[in-house]
């Protein structure tokens, strides 16, 4: 089974992340990311919030490290994961912006970026950053189709609703034929939109029940993934055989790629959990 590790440190959601990651910085995510990396686990993550409002942050959390920097970083330490934004908030970027900026992170990892995207939802965020937040989903439409047609390319051009240009040269830009795009949300809505702009789709807040009649309305195009969460903090090492009912709950819900969350004391057990997690899921 192939698994991705919801990065520790980078974000800390209140009741969702270990004490530990409070005090943790770069080299313990440096040293977590080069373990992961030569156990063969599928991709990191890092989400982005630009500044969540005080009164939000008790629930959502207020630690949100900025995806480009930190991958910058890992991708100096790591030579074959993939680092996935999960998610950039479309409506924030201009898509020649995220073409520019991610592209170069593709050319500096050699290829292993995947971009989680979304809509958004936080309105008070939208509104600090000079975005549109009530037609928010027709331009996340057009933004990725933006995107499809210019991510690659020297001199993209895209005539849409939203967004129309032609005549730029974007040096450097994504080395990968086609960077995949992971489309995040929870609605019908959002995997429709993810199997016709995108590479994949990252549920979140969904029964399995509600997911296998979902992906059951679509007809996803050849290698569609489909990434969900193991559903618990894993134990790995602790209990095993918990660790592998709830990746085979993964699997049965319709998962093709499933993101891990592991329970851990610092940073030195998070990689022994990670030795543990591979062996359980026979990564090879």
């Known amino acids: 089974m192939r698994i991705g590790i919801v990065s520790p440190v980078v974000t800390r959601v209140p009741g969702a992340h270990s004490e530990w990651e409070s005090t943790a910085g770069i080299d313990d995510l440096g040293r977590i990311a080069e373990t992961a990396d030569r156990l063969g686990f599928h991709h990191l993550t890092c989400s982005e919030h630009v500044a969540v409002p005080r009164e939000v942050a008790a629930q959502r959390g207020a630690t949100y490290w900025d995806p480009l920097a930190t991958f910058g970083y890992l991708a100096a330490r790591t030579s074959r994961i993939r680092l996935v934004t999960q998610v950039l908030v479309l409506g924030y970027h201009h898509p020649l912006e995220i073409a520019k900026r991610y592209g170069t992170l593709d050319r500096v990892s050699g290829g292993r970026l995947v971009l ?169």
């Open 116 to 284: 989680g995207l979304g809509v958004g939802s936080l309105e008070e965020e939208f509104r600090l950053l000079g975005a549109e937040f009530a037609d928010r989903g027709a331009r996340a439409d057009d933004a990725l189709a933006a995107l499809r047609a210019s991510l690659s390319r020297r001199e993209p051009a895209y005539h849409g609703v939203h967004y129309d240009y032609a005549g730029f040269v974007v040096e450097p830009h994504a080395v990968q034929d086609r960077v995949p795009l992971w489309i995040g949300g929870r609605t019908l809505r959002s995997l429709r939109r993810a199997t016709t702009h995108g590479d994949g789709w990252v549920p979140f807040g969904l029964t399995s029940a509600q997911l296998r009649e979902m992906l059951a309305k679509v007809d996803p195009p050849a290698g569609f993934e489909v990434v969900l969460p193991a559903g618990e903090v894993l134990d790995p090492s602790g209990d095993r055989a918990a660790t592998e009912a709830a990746l085979a709950r993964a699997r049965d819900a319709g998962a093709t790629l499933v993101g891990a969350q592991l329970r851990a004391r610092s940073a030195e057990h998070y990689c022994e959990q990670l030795e543990a997690l591979a062996a359980a899921a026979d990564i090879d």
